[in-house]
């Protein structure tokens, strides 16, 4: 993984959650992926594994993308929420920016 997507990654993150444009936790993610407001998923790599498996398969049935990034530590330093390591992007536009950026940084 490379510092520079890393640091442009997580600072998308926090700026999504500053215009309030991400949700956090597992059952707001998973309410919000219902109502078709999620545009990306992304998860800690050190999320539980049962967590990780339910919620991949909440978002491929509804065809939201998914990425596992970083760790809930650091996601949750630069989103202002305290341990939290599943995060919905609802804007499309950042979640494209966002999935850009980590799909750049894993080829």
């Known amino acids: 993984m490379n510092k520079m997507t890393n640091d442009k990654v997580l600072k998308y993150l926090g700026l999504a ?4 444009l991400l949700a956090t936790g597992y059952n707001t993610c998973l309410f919000m992926i219902g109502k078709g407001r ?3 998923i992304i998860i800690a ?3 539980a594994e049962n967590s990780v498996k339910k919620m991949t ?3 491929e049935r509804n065809n939201v993308p998914w990425r596992k990034w970083s760790i809930k530590e650091e996601l949750s330093h630069f989103t202002g ?5 599943i ?3 609802t804007d499309a ?5 966002i999935l850009e950026e980590i799909d750049h ?3």
């Open 17 to 20: 959650a500053r215009g309030r």
């Open 38 to 40: 999620i545009r990306l």
């Open 45 to 47: 790599g050190d999320l």
């Open 57 to 59: 398969s909440a978002a």
């Open 81 to 85: 929420k305290t341990d939290s390591g």
């Open 87 to 89: 995060f919905g992007v």
């Open 93 to 97: 536009n950042l979640a494209k920016a």
């Open 105 to 107: 940084s894993e080829s």
